[in-house]
T-cell receptor, first 109, second 113 residues
Framework: QKEVEQNSGPLSVPEGAIASLNCTYS??????FFWYRQYSGKSPELIMS????GDKEDGRFTAQLNKASQYVSLLIRDSQPSDSATYLC?????????FGKGTMLLVSP | DGGITQSPKYLFRKEGQNVTLSCEQN?????MYWYRQDPGQGLRLIYY???????QKGDIAEGYSVSREKKESFPLTVTSAQKNPTAFYLC????????????FGPGTRLTVL
């Protein structure tokens, strides 16, 4: 059974801080990994994709992948109240994605 | 305007009725997916299709049916056999099936009365 594990949270950070979201996956053959942001009552929105070991930066977001440890993380710098949402981690299998249950992030002003 | 549309946004169904949820995309994507999301749960895959006239069961296909007669369209029917259909239903598409990003429609919230 392929699994993607995330801490459900909530993770609470003050405005301007760095939020660190973590994810582990069980399927060693997974090659591609994705982070989605989901606001309450809305559909998930893709914010980062990462395919190789190391860091990938896009604006305030940095995704980190360590395939040896089967670990993916998302860092959000200068967190804003508008970043308050649930963040879903997903790992690509043969033809489908396996999603974690998500981590709720709360950014307080 | 490229994207994925789902309709209706809200749907109410009486027990014993079949209902069909619409999903359309104009992104020229080959692959399309249906997920179900329950409160506090992750996304669970119902069905997916990688090419017209072909589709595969996901993890929770029982009580659901789909068709893929056109590349742009992937409707989902929730049948009366689905024991607990109240959920948020999400359609997604991807350029192709391998290592590619999935993009989601706005979702349909189904409530069984």
């Amino acid at each position: 059974q392929k699994e993607v594990e995330q801490n459900s949270g909530p993770l609470s950070v003050p405005e301007g801080a760095i939020a660190s979201l973590n994810c582990t996956y069980s399927d060693r053959v997974s090659q591609s990994f994705f982070w989605y942001r989901q606001y309450s009552g809305k559909s998930p929105e893709l914010i980062m994709s990462i395919y190789s070991n190391g860091d990938k930066e896009d604006g305030r977001f940095t995704a980190q992948l360590n395939k040896a440890s089967q670990y993916v993380s998302l860092l959000i710098r200068d967190s804003q109240p508008s970043d308050s949402a649930t963040y879903l981690c997903a790992a690509q299998g043969y033809s489908t994605l396996t999603f974690g249950k998500g981590t709720m992030l709360l950014v307080s002003p | 305007d490229g994207g994925i549309t789902q309709s209706p946004k809200y749907l109410f169904r009486k027990e014993g009725q079949n209902v069909t949820l619409s999903c359309e995309q104009n992104l020229n994507h080959d692959a399309m997916y249906w997920y179900r999301q329950d409160p506090g749960q992750g996304l669970r895959l119902i069905y997916y299709s990688q090419i017209v006239n072909d589709f595969q069961k996901g993890d929770i296909a029982e009580g659901y049916s789909v068709s893929r007669e056109k590349k742009e369209s992937f409707p989902l029917t929730v049948t009366s056999a689905q024991k607990n259909p109240t959920a948020f239903y999400l359609c997604a598409s991807a350029r192709d099936r391998e290592f590619d990003e999935q993009f989601f429609g706005p979702g349909t919230r189904l409530t069984v009365l």
